[in-house]
């Protein structure tokens, strides 16, 4: 099994920057994806961003591209999302993910942390 925890939210006005970080543990080594996604109240989980295990490869949604920056620690099991540019439709619980960049494929999720854009 794989344990997400998730670190670095909390509240920024529009325009500013927040990182949040995601460490991983267990079976880390099965992870061929980490990513995240994000929830608002009254809407469904959405993708945010992923990246590949050799940190090659990124992924992002369309309302985050250019904004938002994913990458991977040294110590490959940590992932970071650099978020700039925010805006209050950003606001939502973010949740660091791995195993896929659909809900449905996600094999383990973290606890969740909130992220509130003020206007």
């Known amino acids: 099994q794989v344990q997400l925890v998730e670190s670095g939210g909390g509240l920024v006005q529009t325009g500013g920057s927040l990182r949040l970080s995601c460490a991983a543990s267990?079976?880390?080594?099965?992870?061929?994806?980490m990513g995240w996604f994000r929830q608002a109240p009254g809407k469904e989980r959405e993708f945010v961003a992923a990246?590949?295990?050799?940190?090659?490869?990124?992924y992002y949604a369309d309302s985050v591209k250019d904004r938002f920056t994913i990458s991977r620690g040294n110590a490959k099991s940590t992932v970071y999302l650099q978020m700039n540019s925010l805006k209050p439709e950003d606001t939502a619980v973010y949740y660091c993910?791995?195993?896929?960049?659909?809900?449905?494929?996600?094999?383990?999720w973290g606890q969740g942390t909130q992220v509130t854009v003020s206007s």
């Open positions: 993910a791995a195993g896929g960049t659909v809900v449905a494929n996600v094999e383990a």
């Open positions: 990246i590949s295990w050799s940190g090659g490869s990124t």
């Open positions: 267990g079976r880390t080594f099965k992870m061929s994806i």
